[in-house]
């Protein structure tokens, strides 16, 4: 079973940047796309940044040019580096491993506020 985990949300001020880790147990797929949604209540999980296995990276319109996504040498492991927070930032942010399937992490809270 593929199990995602999470790690590097918290409080930060509009203009700060924070972190987040996702570190995958295993990948069963040779094809996969590995990234990062996020939801804020009443709303639709959105998609932020993904990263293919081939190496194609994607970024929604909102996040492009401050935050980045990369992974590790074992590519069991993204990271979301996220520059320039705003309020509209503020949401859980999940990690999603898709290969035939959805694999979704606990998510961790982001909350950008003065």
């Known amino acids: 079973q593929v199990q995602l985990v999470e790690s590097g949300g918290g409080l930060v001020q509009p203009g700060g940047s924070l972190r987040l880790s996702c570190a995958a147990s295993?990948?069963?797929?040779?094809?996969?796309?590995m990234g990062w949604y996020r939801q804020t209540p009443g709303k639709q999980r959105e998609m932020v940044a993904t990263?293919?296995?081939?190496?194609?990276?994607n970024y929604a319109d909102s996040v492009k040019g401050r935050f980045t996504i990369s992974r590790d040498r074992t590519r069991t492991r993204v990271y979301l580096q996220m520059n320039d927070l705003k309020p509209e930032d503020t949401a859980v942010y999940y990690c999603?491993?898709?290969?035939?399937?959805?694999?979704w992490g606990q998510g961790t809270q982001v909350a950008v506020s003065s």
């Open positions: 295993r990948i069963i797929w040779s094809i996969y796309v």
């Open positions: 999603n491993l898709r290969g035939d399937r959805d694999v």
């Open positions: 990263f293919r296995s081939d190496g194609e990276i």
